[in-house]
């Protein structure tokens, strides 16, 4: 059993930022993808960033400058700083995991949602 627990949602103006982390627990032997998505109300979850193990990070465009990824391996953790927020990235923000679980191989796992709302 694998567990992601995002952190640090919340309610910020435009222009302000928000760090979110997300911290996985459980039966882990490796994490090879990790990252953070996003849904708002009424549309698709997009992705936001995401990090190969070793590989380059991947930003969706509307992100891109503003928002950072960063892992944290041995920990096996990751966070999003995210700053210069506007009212379109309102949203549920999820953590995401590909895991190499100890038992049971490669599973991806999802986080709760943490709610992060941008607004005057």
């Known amino acids: 059993q694998v567990q992601l627990v995002e952190s640090g949602g919340g309610l910020v103006q435009p222009g302000g930022s928000l760090r979110l982390s997300c911290a996985a627990s459980?039966?882990?032997?490796?994490?090879?993808?990790m990252g953070w998505f996003r849904q708002a109300p009424g549309k698709q979850r997009e992705l936001v960033a995401v990090q190969p193990s070793g590989g380059e990070i991947n930003y969706a465009d509307s992100v891109k400058g503003r928002f950072t990824l960063s892992r944290d391996n041995a920990k096996n953790t990751a966070s999003l700083q995210m700053n210069s927020l506007k009212p379109e990235d309102t949203a549920v923000y999820y953590c995401?995991?590909?895991?190499?679980?100890?038992?049971?191989?490669?599973?991806?796992?999802w986080g709760q949602g943490t709610q992060v709302t941008v607004s005057s």
């Open positions: 459980g039966s882990i032997s490796t994490i090879n993808a």
């Open positions: 995401n995991a590909d895991v190499r679980t100890v038992i049971a191989g490669n599973r991806r796992f």
